[in-house]
């Protein structure tokens, strides 16, 4: 039974399109997580939200919006896609934000054309 | 700000040697230090978590261990298998709001 899951495992969609991606987590965390893992591989935080609440944004383009209706969700979407935008998007959770464990979901390879 | 580095790159050994990781970071001051792998396409699997009042975790044939005040983590694995290969990858926690830093990995290769 998957921890954390994302779906869809690949995305591949035009410039300019509006789209999602959902991040489901069966850990009873109450933290989840958005990473962007760039061509180089380097992995870099997006959001963060505890209980629902966002806790952490980095400087992100406004174009990207996470949602998180209940603790076990937090879906990313991202409006106007840009070729940029394409990456690996990982979603991830832990136990609160102090420091225990992070689990992460298998990826979503979005990309642009 | 926190700047993690993981060398070597990458890394090939033959079957059965003892693989060895490092990885360090600039600022001393963290939370906790937490060891990764991911295997091609695949998402990250947690294999060790140190907090930093410790000194070295262990689970099977990994062994990671933490020198804060030197700003180093060490990764070994006992007697590698062909199954090891994959890329490691070393994340520091800074504080206590889960914002991991995350180095670039070490690709393993072990061959048969």
């Known amino acids: 039974d998957t921890a954390v899951s994302q779906t869809p495992k690949y995305l591949v969609t035009q410039m300019g399109n509006d789209k999602s991606i959902k991040c489901e987590q069966n850990?009873?965390?109450?933290?989840m997580y958005w990473y962007k893992q760039d061509s180089k591989k380097f992995l870099k935080i997006m959001f963060s939200y505890n209980n629902k609440e966002l806790i952490i944004n980095e400087t992100v383009p406004n174009r990207f919006s996470p949602k998180s209706p209940d603790k076990a969700h937090l879906n990313l979407h991202i409006n106007s896609l840009e070729l940029g935008d394409s990456a690996v998007y990982f979603c991830a959770s832990s136990q609160g934000p102090a420091g225990t464990e992070a689990f992460f979901g298998q990826g979503t390879r979005l990309t642009v054309v | 700000k926190q700047e993690v580095t993981q060398i070597p790159a990458a890394l090939s050994v033959p079957e059965g040697e003892n693989l060895v990781l490092n990885c360090s970071f600039t600022?001393?001051?963290?939370?906790?230090l937490q060891w990764f792998r991911q295997d091609p396409g695949k998402g990250l699997t947690s294999l060790l978590l140190?907090?930093?009042?410790?000194r070295e975790q262990t689970s099977g044939r990994l062994n990671a261990s933490l020198d804060k005040s030197s700003g180093r983590s060490t990764l070994y694995i006992a007697a590698s298998q062909p199954g090891d290969s994959a890329t490691y990858l070393c994340?520091?926690?800074?504080?206590?709001?889960?914002?991991?830093?995350f180095g670039a990995g070490t690709q393993v290769v072990v061959t048969p």
């Open positions: 600022d001393s001051a963290i939370y906790n």
């Open positions: 850990l009873g965390h109450d933290t």
């Open positions: 140190i907090q930093s009042s410790q």
């Open positions: 994340a520091v926690l800074p504080d206590s709001w889960g914002k991991f830093q």
